[in-house]
C-alpha cells in the first residue's frame, strides 16, 4: 500500500507528485500489467534471455 503524508502547509500539487513517483517507484502498476495477462512460459523464457543480453550489452558498452 503507497500512502504518504501530505504536510500542513504543503501545496496538494507537490503532494500529488511525490505519491506519483513512489507509486512509480514500487512498481505496483508494473506487477499488475504482468499479472493481467497470462504469458506462455516459453515466451517469460525469452523475454529473460533478451533482458540478460541487453544488460551484458550495455555493460561492454560502459567499459569501453
Not at 512460459?41 to 551484458?56: G, L
Amino acid at each position: 500500500m503507497v500512502g504518504i503524508i501530505i504536510g500542513e502547509r504543503e501545496p496538494i500539487d507537490r503532494a500529488i507528485r511525490r505519491f506519483k513517483k513512489k507509486y512509480e517507484r514500487s512498481g505496483i502498476l508494473k506487477e499488475f500489467k504482468k499479472r493481467t495477462f497470462f504469458t506462455k512460459p516459453s515466451v517469460k523464457k525469452r523475454i529473460k534471455k533478451m533482458k540478460a543480453i541487453r544488460r551484458a550489452q550495455r555493460a561492454v558498452i560502459e567499459e569501453a
